[in-house]
C-alpha cells in the first residue's frame, strides 16, 4: 500500500491510499487544502483537529448543495423524458391540404387573345412614330 505525503493547511500528513489511487488522494488533498486556506485566511491558526474538522464540513456543504442540484437536474431530466416519451407516442399530424388553382383553358385563350391585341397596338404604335 503506497505511502502519500499530503498538505493541508500547511501541514504534511502521511496516509496510506490503494495502489493507483495516489491521484485521486492529491486531488481529494488538495480540496480539503483549499478550504483549510479559507479557514485560515479567515480566522488564522487554530488546532489541526479544528482545522480539519472545518474544511471537512465545508467540504460536506458543498458536497450536499451538489446533491440538491443533482437531484432537481434528475428530477427535470425526468419530467423532460417524460414529455419526449408522450410526444413520441402522439400520431403523426395529418398531412396538410394545398389546393392549387386550375385555370381553365378559356380564361388562357381570352388572354391569349389579349396578349395578341397587345402586341397589335404596340406593333401599330411603332410603326406610326417610325414615319
Known sequence: ?????????GRSFEVSCQEGEESYLHSAAKMLDDEAQILSDQIGRMPEARMLLMAGLM??????SFEDKIRDMEAKL?????????????????????????????????????AAQAE????????????
Open 1 to 9: 500500500m503506497p505511502e502519500v505525503t499530503i498538505n493541508i493547511g
Open 120 to 131: 397589335a397596338v404596340a406593333t401599330s404604335v411603332e410603326e406610326q412614330t417610325a414615319e
Open 78 to 114: 425526468a419530467e423532460k423524458d417524460a414529455e419526449l416519451e408522450q410526444l413520441r407516442d402522439m400520431p403523426a399530424p395529418e398531412p396538410e391540404r394545398i389546393e392549387v388553382p386550375i385555370v381553365p383553358p378559356t380564361v388562357l385563350d381570352a388572354l391569349a387573345e389579349i
Open 59 to 64: 467540504l460536506a456543504d458543498k458536497t450536499a
